[in-house]
């Protein structure tokens, strides 16, 4: 089972790199206390940059996602990317919400370096994970949703077959494949666009793989992809 880019996907985001990493034998720290204290120190991080710069969509590494969301099709107004919403509550918040260990860790890898973080559920995919743009049939199942929806092609996703699990790119994510508490192998990924500095996406990989082995006992196996580099083995 792979997670491949079409690569078209490029000519929106061109210098992109993705942090991968697939994590096998998760399990529950019976300690939550350290991946808290991470949470919050992601957690002050992002409110001191959401004031920076007036607002968190001005802030240089959050604005890219607006211009180059606007060139795939889908304006910041209607689709604001996940790390701009998050900053967004870390602003106005002094306290950092909480779901549970496997996504307050990668909501802290993502508050931290200011990029977009998520991770999928490696054993409830079926066909594997694939970053493309979206096709006539394919359907997606909000997260506060019942039924499955049909998405018109052309939105770039995260696609498992023909089921958007993540809408947009970095907008919404779908019912399937999200991580549970039950959730044991799991594959993260963070987008760094090509206007962040070089070594942010070196960075964000050490902080997901040294994380996760260090607070869920896992074992992982970690890449950086890029319009040269565009497929990596999931399991």
Do not use: C
Not at 56 to 78: L, N, T
Not at 169 to 182: D, G, M, N, Y
Not at 200 to 226: P, Y
Request: aromatic content about 10%.
């Amino acid at each position: 089972m792979d997670f491949s880019i079409e690569a078209g996907i490029f000519d929106y985001f061109p210098g992109m790199r993705l942090v991968v990493a697939a994590a096998e034998g998760m399990s529950v720290p019976t300690d939550s206390k350290p991946v808290a204290a991470f949470l919050r120190e992601g957690w002050r991080n992002a409110a001191a940059a959401s004031k920076a710069y007036g607002n968190p969509q001005s802030h240089p590494f959050i604005k890219p996602w607006g211009e180059r969301m606007k060139g795939a099709g889908a304006p910041r107004k209607d689709f604001p990317s996940s790390i701009e919403a998050l900053t967004r509550r870390a602003g106005k918040s002094e306290s950092p919400f909480s779901i549970h260990p496997f996504v307050d860790f990668y909501n802290a890898v993502s508050l931290s370096y200011l990029v977009p973080a998520g991770g999928f559920d490696i054993d409830a995919l079926r066909e594997g994970l694939a970053l493309r743009l979206s096709r006539q049939g394919d359907s997606f199942t909000a997260l506060d949703g019942e039924a499955g929806v049909d998405i018109p092609p052309g939105e770039v996703s995260y696609a498992d077959g023909g089921m958007i699990v993540t809408r947009h790119f970095v907008w919404k994510q779908s019912r399937h494949a999200i991580i549970t508490p039950e959730s044991r192998n799991i594959f993260f990924v963070s987008e760094i666009l090509g206007e962040l500095p070089q070594d942010t996406a070196q960075n964000v990989l050490d902080a997901l793989t040294e994380g996760l082995r260090r607070f869920f006992s896992a074992e992982v196996r970690g890449d950086i992809l890029d319009a040269g580099h565009r497929s990596m083995r999931i399991r």
